[in-house]
């Protein structure tokens, strides 16, 4: 029986053994989780049950900033952050975030927001305060930021794309067809037009986007969603396995094999990506430092100064 489509009893797919997570709680780990702690801050790693925590937190000693609280106003089908009315901003927070990066030594750090569609400007300044924020106290930090779509105001947009981010990304999540049963009130076609304001914007600022699979997708459906991220002049792309949060969100449909995973990345890099994380356990952010890195020495090996 093939491995992939394998179910129990209960027709829930089996996870592959390629899936297993090592859960070991380090120092480093009990230190960044301290830290996160005494500073009242929100991580992605903990809220979206990212199954990479204990490898980012106990190995790389990181950990990847939530901002603008812990409760989202969008509902996607799987997302396991909390959805509902937020609270009031913490207009302290951004400056919570960099004296954390510092203090943690980060020489890169991944900045996500939760949605905030009842913000007028979805917490786009909040975003740009800790972007300053960061380089007050970590001023050889990289910074890399993954934001929502702001409904594609042209403004709030381009005022983050101003504090020139390291790496600006947004992501479009899954296929186009997918979209509609996968997404809360966001689209496919509005994800692409982000990053390309984003990019037409500022074209020194590099764009990111990530896409999950096992969706129920074709690898057609995946490689068409790819040529599009590069007709918007997306430059890094990560591809990582769907895995279901909780009994309540959608189910997986099928678990892609590291070999298929291996072909994706090779198609990625056919059309002309400069870097591209293509593998099950690989998220948004998965090491997103050493990506970065990677991407600079390829597009130069004396990279330009930052500012």
Known sequence: MDTLSASNKTGKLRKPPWLKIDRR?????????????????????????????HECWGQHGTATFMILGEVCTRRCR???VKTGLPRTIDFKEPNRVGSSVAELGLKHVVITMVDRDDLPD???KMVVETVH???RHAPECAVELLTSDFMARPADIFSIVDTKPDIMSHNIETVKRLTPQIRSRASYERSLRV???SYEHDSSVTTKSSLMVGLGE????????LQDLRKVDVSICNIGQYLQPTATHLPVQKYYHPDEFALLKGKAYELGFTHCESGALVRSSYHAGEDYESFRKKIHPLYR???
């Open 195 to 197: 990053l390309e304001m």
């Open 133 to 135: 924020a960061i380089r």
């Open 305 to 307: 100064n930052k500012g």
């Open 25 to 53: 709680v380090t120092a480093t780990h009990e230190r960044v989780k301290n830290v996160v702690k005494n500073e009242r801050l929100a991580t992605v790693c903990e809220e979206a049950n990212c199954p990479n925590l």
């Open 218 to 225: 074709t690898v057609e459906e995946v490689v068409e969603a």
């Open 122 to 124: 979805g917490g786009a």
């Open 78 to 80: 799987f997302c396991s």
